[in-house]
């Protein structure tokens, strides 16, 4: 194969989701290739995962005021740097992606990626122009040359969603474990927030402050928890659910056991000094930060949520597994996960989600376009 490869990859911005931070992570993973050259095309370059870029990657900003208008720049540009392989990421830039593939005439080079449950998602978005990019997957997914889907569950969704053929949706998980992870040294807990310095229990939850992420359900349990131990509790993240998630607070007393201090940039330090990290999101596609708590090396509870979960976990294997919406379920598993000690072997589960399998599975695609 040459060694003057081009990938280009699409995406909205660099905003602080899961996927934004794979996604660069993917760009890095790829720009350490010997012989290939990275650019990342984006609406705006807002976000703090831009920092987390290496300098071997090129970014572009399309200079758009929105998605939906962006497909004729894209296509301007792709057909500026013709690039070997065209990698989108997300539902809404793929369906932009799709569009100027057909207008630049790169549709055997797109490669779209699926991060999250079509299905649910398409139920939970408001914005007109985003109901109609899902709507558009029916018609458009037919073009590009592959559709990775981050997990089975995933691609068990877009096959349902859209219709597609399954041969053509291939499944590569996140870039998550890096050398860097599994290295990581956090910092003391009494430096990092005032709940780690109690010597009590600490749960950690990390994420978007969405309806998604069902953050009540983890209250509702933190409360049946909180009155059989003393126990302590920080969410990190920030989202439009914040003022009900704070009243909910409030309702239920646990203004001293739990703290929301909002969204982090590096959230390691959190949960490896926490006993126990928990998901308790209603549905996810694959949830990175349950691959981060492994590899960190820290106890998981987490809904068994459609998709990613039970698949990370390996059915229980590697962590507790409870029913979506039960807090009785929830709040049992996280007391037995502060009161027993466990023998999971998470370093080894930790390396199937390694950079460099999942680089080395998108070079793969790449060696297949050309």
């Not at 997957?137 to 592959?146: A, S």
């Not at 927030?193 to 953050?215: A, D, E, M, W």
């Not at 597994?321 to 000690?341: G, Y």
């Amino acid at each position: 194969m040459s060694t003057n490869i081009k990938v280009a990859v699409f995406m909205h911005d660099f905003r602080g989701g899961g996927a934004e931070r794979v996604s660069a992570t993917l760009c890095n993973g790829l720009a350490d290739k010997n012989g290939i050259k990275v650019t990342v095309f984006v609406i705006n370059k807002a976000g703090p995962m831009l920092a987390d870029l290496s300098d071997k990657v090129e970014v572009v900003e399309l200079g758009c005021k929105r998605m939906a208008f962006a497909f004729w720049k894209l296509s301007f540009e792709i057909k500026k740097l013709q690039p070997d392989l065209v990698i989108s990421h997300m539902t809404h830039a793929n369906v932009t992606a799709c569009i100027a593939s057909i207008l630049g005439g790169f549709s055997k080079k797109l490669i779209v990626v699926e991060h999250n449950q079509m299905q649910n998602n398409f139920k939970v978005v408001s914005k007109f122009t985003v109901k109609l990019a899902y709507l558009l997957t029916k018609v458009l997914y037919k073009i590009p040359n592959n559709i990775v889907a981050v997990s089975s569950g995933v691609k068990e969704s877009v096959v349902k969603f859209t219709k597609v053929n399954k041969e053509n949706v291939v499944v590569i998980y996140n870039p998550v474990v890096s050398e860097e992870l599994i290295d990581y040294k956090p910092i003391k807990c009494v430096d990092l927030h005032r709940f780690y310095s109690l010597n009590l229990p600490v749960f950690i939850c990390v994420g978007s402050l969405t309806k998604q992420k069902n953050f009540p359900l983890f209250l509702r349990a933190l409360k049946i928890v909180s009155q059989i131990e003393n126990v302590k509790a920080i969410i990190l993240g920030e989202g439009p659910e914040r003022e009900e998630l704070e009243l909910m607070v409030e309702n239920l007393k646990l203004q001293d056991i739990v703290d929301l201090p909002g969204f982090v940039t590096n959230p390691y330090d959190y949960i490896s000094n926490a006993d126990t990290f928990v998901l308790s999101s209603s549905w996810e596609g694959l949830p990175t930060v349950i691959i981060e708590a492994i590899a960190l090396n820290t106890n998981v509870v987490s809904t068994n949520c459609p998709s990613g979960p039970e698949e990370i976990l390996n059915g229980g294997e590697f962590g507790l597994i409870v029913p979506v919406d039960d807090e009785k379920s929830l709040s049992e598993a996280m007391i037995q996960s502060i009161n027993t000690a466990t023998t999971y072997d998470l370093s080894k589960r930790a390396d199937d989600f390694s950079v460099v399998n999942s680089v080395d599975g998108y070079y793969s695609l790449i060696e297949d376009c050309i």
